[in-house]
């Protein structure tokens, strides 16, 4: 099973990130020997076995329906890159 | 013995007693820090004026005859991973060099109420994501016991500054081993607590499932006190256990009189190195000696423990990781044709190269098509691992293994290849994945006195049985006396 | 015009966003309007290290809008993160609910024109809102305001099962209603607390065969009325497509097009450039939610009667007219407590419906949230009907000036008909002191009458109320005449 270039370059749009050439060779050639270790995981029978996806076995928590005062805006947007007034900017959105 | 040979208990003692001041105390590890740091680079930000101005503060309360909490006065390295208002929290990334947070952590509260004196910020593997702390964006830390090798990670920063006496106590946080490997890679001792027993509310999320905050410490009793500092409740973490917290540093001196030990007899096949292997059979004959039963116990499904750990860890981490976009805080890329772009330069050149590589592996896991073969089944043996665990507790109160398969590397020596880097983890990570405290002690050195680490797991909620198990251990060896040289040019 | 028949198929996605006092997942407040990032806190901005914690309440009064849609309630439930990137979602991802939402399979019965269909109802989940992005016109950068960032929702997925766009506004006016009554939402589209999505196809038929085009989902409805323009027109705009390329479901990618209010027409929004693969997973974060019996019992009990329940009540029990009885109940719980408050001052029910449905419904604007947003208190409307009732003054006074002028100056009913001298005089001899004048006065009308002009006898009772400045009670009037014109 070999993850190729254009696989990688697909997965990473997905991500969010920008990987250079050099980068997208060697993810390919990683990410292909990661996984074809990680395929040791398609043999174990799992028939009937719950996904365990927490950490812990417990249900209900909750907090009451409480309001508190959050931050002022310039703590709010202290690290924002960058601003505008009291607005988080961001390059124009193209709907 | 200097003050910074002395063990926390013993400092706290000593300022109970007025025998010393914690600006004395205090004074004595930043020396040592000035003195050191250099050689071992363990601190990210330390600020001298800051931390004696924090021990002044305590000195004065104490002789005001004010409360004063549980470490009062004594000095603690933060891993650089837990937000504190109005400092930097970087988690050893270029994501987040300019970063300050607007809120306290859970851990950071406990140890401010404690009276702790914060020393600064220590090293890691960027976003906790590594076995060596190679990863981290701003320095290689060095293993004080060899400057040429790794101090382990991701909390190699926490385990090198206690064991080249920094600090008498450090944070680390813990996703798949990675406050116990560097306990053992630096011979300290190290506790990865029950998921839920201590708040991650203010805790960067590496892997939220996994996540763990522990102490680090030179000696078990240390390690129980600190524990007993920043555990318990937070309604902030809904995954926060609800159970009292016991007095650790006081139970855990109660040697356990029935104690049954389990050998995981999985651990010690392939892949174990034979000076490790060697220390950790001669652990278990201390045990013996001690009067404990020694019962082989196995974890069949821990030799799947690292896929399954990287698949659920990353598939995590690709989703925590995702709001790190250049547009509320965090690094924005100076270039960029457009908001899409924006945001894949600004995460390209924010992250570093293992972050980047298990991001593409996680969202490869959930992605359409594959989240089945993948992340489903992952959890599935997950599940079976945990269930692994329960039938060998059913046979002992704990189970004994390594806690790394070699001592430390050197530097450089697995930075291309990070499948060798991740089997370095194999076994810690079923730990996590179970939900389950483990602890890490020394247990002896190799023939090239690198130090040798001991792991203890136990059932969860189960602390303090590790805890007292260790300390048996402890007071039968002397391991933990030693002191690393801080030899070899890093 | 189209040559062949076709039907609507609509499903319709609703959000509602719930009336909590705080967001879902942290203690920020929700009121509407804000100064731009006031409502926020590390944990709406998604810092690092921030974990979410759930609100009792939005799962509450989720659960109590599952029960009135008739939805099946999960004993187990669970939270999922939801990924896609946008700069009004901070995390990158949205809490939501995936394979095990809190409930599913519900219905609400509509009425279109005396027509009932049951449209029935796929799945309601909880998820947080998004922030809000602001777009620049020329260009610039847009801005992000995360005052909504957080905030309680639930989507309520319909099956397609309307067939018009009156049904579809039928739906959304009793869903509002619905929601509005529980205390669940205030539904104003305009502030978006109501938002609706509509997904929109056609059955074409031909030649016996049936064509149905690909689905497009309509955005940007800010009104019931524009989800119903948008339905009538993309209905339209299918069928001469499909004219065009012949293409049915699945020949083309569902689409989505956005309402352009200002033509009238939709539009399509840019195509993302990948599919969306929004990699759901089980949220670490968050516990599973076990919803037990006493919960839900405890809930019931908050819901109280339903609509339905209220108006086979209003016409078994009281015997008013089906349309009567929907009126109270369908313009909100507001107007049929205020029904119930009238008939409490011993006024019976078909008095007490007339008064509401014809005066008070009428001189009331604006939402009515309760019964107090009517125009007068039930109490002063109860005084105002006994004197009626009790012949001291007519009903065409009450209604036309007696309650316009309680409405107005906010005095008693009958502090008024003083004040305008609208007091009802049953002084009999007085009546017919005049009655008599008229009859002299109006002989030829009063011939008129006797020759078998029935209508004649209007112009005379007119006649005697104008005499008496409206003063007589109209029923002694009318007496009086026919006595005196030997009529029995």
Sequence with gaps: MTFTREQVAKVADLARLHLSETEIDSMSRQLTSILEFFDQLQAIDTTGVEPMAHGVAIENVFRDDEKHPGLPPDEALANAPKRAGDFFAVPPILD | ?490 | MATHPFEIIVGLEVHVQLLTESKLFCSDGTKFGQPPNTLVSPISIGMPGVLPVMNRRALELAIKAGLALQCQIARFTKWDRKHYYYPDLPKNYQISQYDMPFATEGYLDVDVEGKTTKVRLIRVHLEEDAGKNLHDDHGGDSLVDLNRAGMPLIEIVSYPDIRSAAEAGAYLEKLRTLMRDLDVSDCEMQEGSLRCDANVNIAITKEGKTYKTPIVEVKNLNSIKMVEKSITYEAGRQYDQWEKDGKVIGQAPKQTRGWDEARGVTRPQREKEEEADYRYFPEPDLVPVVITEEMLARIKGEVGESSQQRKDRYRDQLGLSEYNASVLVDKGRGVADYFDALMSHDIDAKTAANWVINDVLAHSTGRIKVMHDLAVEPSSLAELIKLVKGNKLNLNDARERVLREMISTGKDASTIVQELGLEVVVDTAAIEAIVDTVLADMSKVVDDFRSGKGKALGALVGQVMKRSQGKFPPALVNEILNKKLGVS
């Excluded at chain 2, 964006?137 to 500054?161: E, F, I």
Aim: net charge neutral.
């Design chain 2, 1 to 490: 013995m200097s003050i910074i040979e002395k063990s926390a208990c013993e400092l706290i003692e000593m300022l109970g007693n007025r025998e010393i001041s914690s600006r004395e105390v205090t004074a004595a590890f930043c020396d040592r820090i000035e003195a050191v740091d250099s050689r071992v680079r363990a601190f990210l930000h330390y600020d001298r004026d800051q931390a004696l101005r924090r021990a002044d503060e305590i000195d004065h309360r104490r002789s005001a005859g004010q409360e004063v909490g549980l470490l009062a006065g004594v000095p603690v390295a933060i891993k650089d991973i837990l937000c504190a208002r109005g400092e930097p929290t970087t988690c050893g990334s270029k994501m987040l060099e300019h970063f300050k947070a607007p809120y306290d952590a859970h851990v950071i509260e406990r140890l401010d109420r404690a009276g702790a004196v914060r020393l600064g910020r220590v090293n890691m593997d960027e976003f906790a994501m590594g076995s060596s702390c190679e990863n981290s964006a701003y320095q290689k830390t060095a293993n004080p016991w060899d400057l040429r090798r790794v101090p382990g990670g991701s909390s190699g920063g926490s385990a090198a500054c206690v064991a080249a006496l920094e600090a008498p106590l450090s944070i680390g946080t813990d996703t798949g081993g990675s406050i116990r490997q560097p306990a053992s890679l630096c011979g300290i001792v190290g506790l990865k607590p029950t998921y839920g027993r201590v708040s991650r509310f203010g805790l960067v999320a590496y892997a939220s499932s996994l996540d763990q905050i522990g102490p680090m410490a030179r000696s078990v009793v240390d390690a129980a006190l600190l524990l007993e500092a920043i555990a318990g409740h937070d309604p902030r973490d809904s995954t926060s256990l609800p159970h009292p917290v016991p007095p650790y540093r006081q139970s855990c001196q109660q040697p356990l009189p029935k104690l049954r030990v389990g050998v995981v007899t999985d651990y010690f096949g392939e892949g174990l190195d034979e000076e490790v292997a060697v220390a950790v059979k001669k652990a278990i004959e201390v045990y013996r000696s001690l009067g404990a039963t020694i019962v082989d116990v196995r974890l069949p499904t821990s030799a799947h423990a690292i896929p399954t750990y990287y698949v659920v860890a990353t598939a995590e981490a690709s989703s925590n990781l995702a709001r790190y976009d250049g547009v509320h805080y965090g690094h924005r890329a100076k270039e960029y044709r457009d908001l899409v772009d924006m945001y894949k330069r600004s995460r390209g050149e924010g992250f570093g190269h293992e972050v980047k590589r298990r991001i593409m592996l996680g969202t490869l896991a959930l992605s359409a098509g594959r989240r089945d073969a993948f992340y489903n089944k992952a959890l599935q043996v997950r599940r079976l691992l945990r269930g692994d665990y329960d039938a060998a507790f059913q046979q002992c109160d704990v189970v004994l293994g390594p806690t790394s398969p070699t001592a430390a590397f050197k530097l450089g020596e697995k930075s291309d290849d990070p499948l060798a880097m991740y089997l370095s983890d194999i076994y810690t990570v079923a730990t996590n994945l179970a939900g389950l405290p483990g602890l890490s002690l020394p247990c002896g050195f190799t023939k090239s006195g690198l130090p040798i680490g001991l792991q203890l797991q136990g059932p969860a909620m189960a602390e303090e049985t590790l805890l007292r198990a260790g300390y048996m251990y402890e007071q039968a060896t002397d391991w933990h006396r030693q002191t690393a040289p801080l030899a070899g040019t890093s």
